[in-house]
């Protein structure tokens, strides 16, 4: 086995989010739908931004925040995702950097734009976005560190990237690494169309390559198109190692072997935001996997549990009171 490096080396969407107050004039003005998110070509990522006001930019996307919760938590965490050799892919890097993550993957010199979100907030608090995936989606096999990827205790991949052949065969080539290195691969459902998209390669991908899966209620039912969580359950049993269920409200089920460990919500004044809560807990679930709670599968879905309650605690996916310190009395 390789030396270890890292607790969990993420592969996924990098994308940075940029947010500016906007009127309802703004909205119309641009055919938007208040309060949803659509995805949008290059052109039209131009013209928004270019009217747009003053705006915050900060590093997002579905792994990249639950390696940036790892990081939070006091985790050694590494990422892989494309970014382009512009401004906004040299935010991404910053903020990476910034929190002590390691991203190893080179910018791109050509091709699509780094991928933006760009999110207008409206005096009534509704959030509308627009979605562009730029050069994110062009990641393929080449981008894959194996050296990173047998360094990592877990390699983590954001189930987002599945649309496209070459994010496919590079999740193929990383697991193939990682189990070479006799380390474990991890995978997020990450949406229930995206399952309905891929459901028979999902399954595929699961039951051969994947150790660690997260999945929520909604997710996990459509990956074994059934109507109930028990349904759910016992189809996934025995398809991987270790598969962790969040329910919302209803707190998380983790199932390994003859085990079944029922882990009850963390408890939250005022929910504010529930986006990026599922980052969180695999964010929390797997620092405590990697830090010497394997055996201890219960303790590792309450790290996640109270990661994911810091998150729904205010606006934004990446958390505002450090992890490490949350968990400081209950980590031992």
């Excluded at 929390?284 to 309650?309: P, W």
Aim: contains cysteine.
């Amino acid at each position: 086995m390789s030396d270890t490096r890292f607790d969990v080396i993420g592969i996924g969407n990098a994308i940075v989010d940029v947010l500016s107050h906007a009127d309802d004039a703004f909205i119309e003005r641009h055919a938007m739908t208040k309060g949803t998110m659509a995805l949008i070509d290059a052109d039209t990522a131009d013209r928004l931004y270019a009217d747009m006001g003053s705006a915050i930019e900060c590093s997002g996307g579905s792994a990249a925040n639950t390696i940036a919760g790892l990081a939070s938590m006091g985790g050694q965490g590494a990422f892989i995702g494309k970014v382009k050799d512009d401004q906004l892919g040299g935010v991404f890097r910053h903020d990476m950097d910034a929190i002590g993550v390691h991203f190893p993957t080179a910018p791109a010199a050509q091709g699509p734009a780094t991928a933006r979100c760009l999110i207008s907030v409206t005096p009534d608090a509704e959030r509308t976005m627009n979605t562009f995936l730029g050069a994110c989606v062009e990641l393929g096999p080449a981008e894959v560190d194996a050296q990173a990827i047998q360094a990592a205790k877990v390699t983590y991949l954001e189930g987002y990237l599945w649309d496209k052949d070459e994010a496919k065969e590079a999740f193929i080539a990383a697991s193939q690494a990682a189990h070479e290195a006799g380390r474990e691969v991890s995978l997020s459902l990450s949406d229930p169309f995206c399952v309905d998209r891929h459901r028979e390669s999902f399954l595929e991908l699961v039951e051969h390559h994947v150790d660690i899966l997260f999945a929520n209620e909604d997710e996990i039912l459509s990956l074994y198109k059934v109507e109930t969580f028990d349904e759910a359950l016992q189809n996934v049993r025995g398809h991987c190692k270790i598969a962790a269920l969040t329910r919302s409200a209803k707190g998380s089920v983790v199932l390994s072997g003859d085990e079944v460990h029922v882990v009850d919500a963390e408890n939250v004044d005022k929910v504010i935001d529930t986006t990026g809560a599922g980052d969180a807990y695999a964010a929390g679930f797997l620092f405590g996997y990697t830090n010497g709670h394997a055996q201890d599968l219960a303790h590792c879905a309450r790290l996640g549990s109270i990661a994911a309650a810091e998150i729904i605690s205010h606006f934004g996916a990446r958390p505002e009171t450090p992890l490490n310190e949350l968990v400081a009395d209950i980590f031992g």
